[in-house]
């Protein structure tokens, strides 16, 4: 019992900031909030707790060391805050010996009051949350966070409806469509987790290891069935390892199914993508290295003298923790790439087991058939350069995590023209380095090998491929990376001459979207979409584009676009928690929230691009539709959908 507590240090390490969360919802003292109308537009928050024994409750409007001890955020930017509590309560003030100076606190009950006043329309029911700060002695634990939704007197309450009971995806009238909204690419996730696995083999952190660890097996076991055996075991272990790194998001997304979607759109942590890869590429050119910490290193490398399972498994451990320099952002690359999809977090098991059986893998191979270890080539220059070459590409990766943030939120700082044009250049260094024109100071002369010629011209090639995207041309559209740049109109050009303008959807207008159907007497087309989903591009550029399935959008449906990733925030008046058909409740504060659930709970699915067909009363025409490369076959969903919306008229 005590091994596999043990075993599981590492993994609790990794995983710490993911599992921290669940620390948000402990509150340490207890609160009550109400409201109290004061005006037509003008109402009191009313904060009381009963206190905390044993704790000090730090008193608002108070600044120690810059940081306040309180802040209300009100899910409405718009309603105007007055300055300053009025707080009641019995009191201390003492000098702190933390801050230098007289902080009040409270020991027990105490009461905080808020005026806040509405521009427009007052809703029924108001959300928002109130970091507070509370400490003991030499203990301070500032910004905790308590989430609230009160009622407003007179407010006037939603009618927004998220489930729809006539939408019936097992009754449809016509039976076409997908047969399930499950996600059916876990074995090409696999095999993409596998080919990242077996590119960690090749850089410097793990290929010298392979040998190593082989010839140990192999001479120390005393005969070669049992070396044979302990290298199967060693292989075994790091796929174990590696497969158990997923289980944690199994928890998040069982709290809820948007979540993952939700991680993967959201712009702050698309920043922090882009400024961790930017950090890993400048640890791939040699500026750094990267490393967990020595004394978690050698406090596993201690138990691997074991002779039992338990010591193979430590290796195995070892080498998980000495090779994180280079393997961290290979599978940071393959975690970011499977967070955005429906059903996340089994997707990521799928890649993580795939990476470690491709890192696994060789070293039981090479046990079995020792022979072999004669032909790998010899530790040297090359490993370096193939680390320097994953930097660039780690580049790359940051500027699309960039890109996300930046179609989220339609700042305009990367156009398609100088997303591609970044690409280009990072293209030109990778050509220029494997020349041996660029140089790092601990690069050794580069020696032409037939395998270095062959990258040299693969990079050129995909390069020259990349220039006419800068153009305002039609040989901008660069079909072989569709989806990953931003859209066609997303341009620095007035006027792009790729962005098709033939199809012109609703945005976000559901009720807009019925009304026409219903005066055009048409079915609707929902359109789940989102300003980071490449696939919803790459639909969009090679299937909508296709003449025919762009005649029967653009002349046979109502066509509606619904961005899940929309963070623009619903007016007060629309917000409002939604309890959620597996009994959860869902605060519902952005337009994406909206249709995110909506999409889940009529829809069974939280992936994009999602494809339903409805009529004007809401009725299901079809099954839904996913990603489908193939015009033809969304043309003959589309036909399907029209030939079930006359069925139904009849």
């Known amino acids: 019992?005590?091994?596999?507590?043990?075993?599981?240090?590492?993994?609790?390490?990794?995983?710490?900031?993911?599992?921290?969360?669940?620390?948000?919802?402990?509150?340490?003292?207890?609160?009550?909030?109400?409201?109290?109308?004061?005006?037509?537009?003008?109402?009191?928050?009313?904060?009381?707790?009963?206190?905390?024994?044993?704790?000090?409750?730090?008193?608002?409007?108070?600044?120690?060391?810059?940081?306040?001890?309180?802040?209300?955020?009100?899910?409405?930017?718009?309603?105007?805050?007055?300055?300053?509590?009025?707080?009641?309560?019995?009191?201390?003030?003492?000098?702190?010996?933390?801050?230098?100076?007289?902080?009040?606190t409270y020991e027990g009950p105490a009461t905080w009051k808020k005026t806040i006043t509405f521009p427009g329309v007052i809703p029924g029911h108001l959300q928002g949350t109130l970091l507070y700060t509370y400490g003991r002695g030499e203990e301070f634990y500032p910004s905790t966070a308590l989430s609230f939704n009160v009622s407003l007197e007179g407010g006037v309450n939603t009618t927004a409806q998220i489930k729809v009971p006539t939408i019936d995806l097992k009754n449809p009238v016509n039976n076409c469509g997908d047969d399930d909204t499950a996600d059916k690419s876990l074995f090409s996730i696999f095999l993409l987790g596998f080919i990242g696995g077996l590119i960690a083999l090749i850089t410097p952190c793990v290929f010298p290891l392979i040998p190593l660890t082989v010839s140990f097996f192999t001479k120390k076991s005393g005969t070669r069935k049992k070396g044979i055996q302990n290298a199967l075991l060693y292989g075994l272990s790091i796929f174990i390892i590696y497969a158990l790194l997923s289980v944690p998001f199994h928890l998040l997304s069982s709290v809820n199914p948007e979540i993952l979607n939700n991680i993967s759109t959201n712009v702050w942590l698309n920043l922090t993508f882009f400024v961790v890869f930017i950090f890993f590429a400048l640890s791939f050119?040699?500026?750094?290295?990267?490393?967990?910490?020595?004394?978690?290193?050698?406090?596993?490398?201690?138990?691997?003298?074991?002779?039992?399972?338990?010591?193979?498994?430590?290796?195995?451990?070892?080498?998980?923790?000495?090779?994180?320099?280079?393997?961290?952002?290979?599978?940071?690359?393959?975690?970011?790439?499977?967070?955005?999809?429906?059903?996340?977090?089994?997707?990521?098991?799928?890649?993580?087991?795939?990476?470690?059986?491709?890192?696994?893998?060789?070293?039981?191979?090479?046990?079995?058939?020792?022979?072999?270890?004669?032909?790998?080539?010899?530790?040297?220059?090359?490993?370096?350069?193939?680390?320097?070459v994953l930097g660039f590409l780690e580049l790359a990766l940051a500027i699309k995590f960039l890109s996300n943030a930046d179609l989220v939120k339609q700042w305009h700082l990367l156009e398609r023209e100088v997303f591609i044009a970044l690409w280009i250049l990072i293209g030109i260094a990778i050509v220029l380095y494997l020349l041996g024109i660029i140089r790092f100071g601990h690069d050794s002369k580069p020696r032409f090998s037939k395998t270095r010629v062959f990258f040299i011209a693969l990079f050129g090639l995909f390069t020259l491929y990349?220039?006419?995207?800068?153009?305002?041309?039609?040989?901008?559209?660069?079909?072989?990376?569709?989806?990953?740049?931003?859209?066609?109109?997303?341009?620095?050009?007035q006027h792009p001459v790729n962005y098709e303008t033939g199809v012109e959807p609703l945005h976000n207008q559901y009720a807009k979207a019925l009304q026409m159907a219903r005066e055009q007497n048409k079915p609707v087309l929902i359109d789940f979409t989102g300003w980071a989903c490449v696939n919803c591009r790459r639909m969009e550029e090679n299937v909508w584009t296709n003449e025919e399935v762009k005649e029967l959008m653009k002349n046979d449906f109502i066509v509606v676009s619904l961005y899940v990733d929309e963070r623009q925030q619903l007016p007060a008046s629309e917000q409002f928690v939604y309890n959620t058909k597996s009994g959860t409740e869902k605060p519902i504060i952005t337009v994406g929230d909206k249709w995110a659930t909506f999409q889940s709970e009529n829809f069974n699915a939280v992936s994009q691009p999602q494809y339903a067909i409805i009529s004007a009363d809401e009725v299901a025409l079809t099954k839904t539709k996913a990603y489908t490369p193939s015009a033809g076959q969304f043309r003959d969903w589309l036909k399907c959908g029209l030939d079930a919306y006359k069925k139904s008229k009849k």
């Open 1 to 104: 019992m005590k091994a596999i507590v043990q075993a599981g240090l590492f993994i609790f390490f990794i995983l710490a900031g993911v599992l921290t969360h669940a620390q948000d919802s402990i509150q340490p003292f207890k609160w009550n909030v109400s409201s109290k109308k004061i005006s037509a537009n003008q109402y009191q928050l009313i904060f009381s707790t009963t206190g905390n024994k044993g704790w000090d409750l730090y008193a608002p409007d108070q600044l120690l060391s810059e940081v306040p001890t309180t802040e209300l955020q009100l899910s409405d930017s718009s309603i105007m805050v007055t300055n300053g509590y009025a707080d009641s309560g019995y009191f201390k003030k003492t000098h702190s010996p933390l801050f230098d100076t007289v902080v009040k």
């Open 285 to 388: 050119f040699g500026l750094y290295e990267i490393g967990l910490p020595s004394g978690l290193a050698s406090k596993i490398d201690s138990r691997a003298g074991m002779s039992n399972f338990w010591g193979i498994f430590f290796m195995a451990l070892t080498l998980a923790i000495v090779s994180f320099s280079c393997t961290g952002p290979i599978l940071g690359s393959l975690l970011a790439g499977v967070l955005t999809s429906d059903n996340g977090a089994t997707q990521l098991t799928f890649g993580m087991s795939g990476f470690g059986l491709g890192l696994a893998l060789p070293f039981a191979l090479f046990a079995l058939f020792p022979n072999w270890l004669q032909s790998l080539p010899k530790s040297g220059g090359w490993l370096n350069s193939v680390k320097v």
């Open 466 to 493: 990349l220039v006419p995207g800068v153009t305002n041309t039609k040989w901008a559209r660069l079909t072989l990376i569709s989806g990953f740049p931003p859209p066609y109109g997303y341009s620095i050009y």
